[in-house]
């Protein structure tokens, strides 16, 4: 069986947990589990969803929702730098009009 990787893919709870968008999978689990999570504008509910790089994800962070694009899906979960690197936010306007 090829690894998640090798199929250009990742599974969302663990893409959030290396952005560090959580703080442990079973966290991204729970988050993922009571539909806080949008992967290409569709809900999502599995933490088994296959996320491939150029997806767009809308999640919670904080008290804001956060809008980010993928752009490389990450190899582990690194220092922030390095997990910011694999992401773009899409509502950067939104946050500095603010």
Not at 53 to 65: F, N, S, W
Not at 74 to 90: D, I
């Amino acid at each position: 069986m090829a690894s998640p990787g090798a199929a250009g893919s990742i599974r969302l709870d663990k893409l959030l947990w290396y952005l560090r968008f959580a703080r442990s999978r079973s966290i991204a689990q729970a988050m993922i589990a009571a539909g806080h999570i949008r992967l290409d504008g569709r809900r999502v509910t599995r933490a088994s969803a296959a996320v491939h790089a150029g997806a767009t994800l809308v999640l919670p962070a904080g008290e804001r929702i956060e809008v980010i694009r993928v752009l490389t899906l990450p190899a582990r979960r690194g220092p922030a730098p390095e997990a910011q690197a694999c992401y773009a936010r899409l509502d950067a306007g939104a946050s500095a009009a603010s």
